[in-house]
């Protein structure tokens, strides 16, 4: 079974730090491009950082650029974002998924660039 | 950075409604626009991506539509399991931006 179990989520004094796993099963990890996303209380979804599937290129948000470094262990088939820096902002829910990018085969010839699995999140919570 | 609004950012409708969701980008982004479902407590579940191209395993009620900068959700008969808040999200370029949500609530 294709799955994403996220741990690491806790809680941390503002300027803190956590780093965040994401065990992969049912697939390689580093045949994928990989993402964060987060979800703070209440609130809707952002896009937090992401690795490309040979692990050449990372992108973050602005609002956690120079603070938050993605990366992942082939052995181990698991992402990570190490978090540093923290404030209460970063407060959230925090999602890995797996990104699936490439173009279609057949009509209509589309490129895609989607999350088609998720997992359940870690809750980080950012409060002295 | 794109924004991606969607309206009504919630609407009441009742099983077998016809329920349409909008989503505009704040610049073209062709067709790479995806729309997910989130449950209470749970992931996001995608529904559509490319605009148009039902995820495997999803029910044929729903359908995506558009280009450019308008795109829109359709679900043809609600059912009880679809009540959740929908996300479109642009994957035109970083940083990859979701729009605010649409909460699809029972009458």
């Known amino acids: 079974e294709v799955q994403l179990v996220e741990s690491g989520g806790g809680l941390v004094p503002p300027g803190g730090s956590l780093r965040l796993s994401c065990a992969a099963s049912?697939?390689?990890?580093?045949?994928?491009?990989m993402y964060w996303v987060r979800q703070a209380p209440g609130k809707g979804l952002v896009w937090v950082s992401r690795i490309n599937s040979d692990g050449t290129e990372t992108d973050y948000a602005d609002s956690v650029k120079g603070r938050f470094t993605i990366s992942r262990d082939n052995a181990k088939n698991t992402l990570y974002v190490q978090m540093n820096s923290l404030r209460a902002e970063d407060t959230a829910v925090y999602y890995c998924a797996r990104a699936l990018v490439g173009s279609t085969r057949a009509p209509p010839f589309r490129y895609y660039n989607y999350m088609d699995v998720w997992g359940k999140g870690t809750t980080v919570t950012v409060s002295s | 950075d794109i924004q991606m609004t969607q309206s009504p950012s919630s609407l009441s409708a009742s099983i077998g409604d016809r329920v349409t969701i909008t989503c505009r980008a704040s610049e073209s982004i062709g067709t790479h626009l995806n729309w997910y479902q989130q449950k209470p407590g749970k992931a996001p579940k995608l529904l559509i991506y490319a605009a148009s191209i039902l995820q495997t395993g999803v029910p044929a009620r729903f359908s995506g539509s558009g280009s450019g900068t308008d795109f829109t959700l359709t679900i043809t008969s609600l059912q009880p399991e679809d009540f959740a808040t929908l996300y479109c999200q642009q994957s035109y370029t970083t940083p990859l931006t979701f729009g605010g949500g649409t909460k699809v609530e029972s009458k």
């Open positions: 049912g697939f390689t990890v580093s045949s994928y491009w």
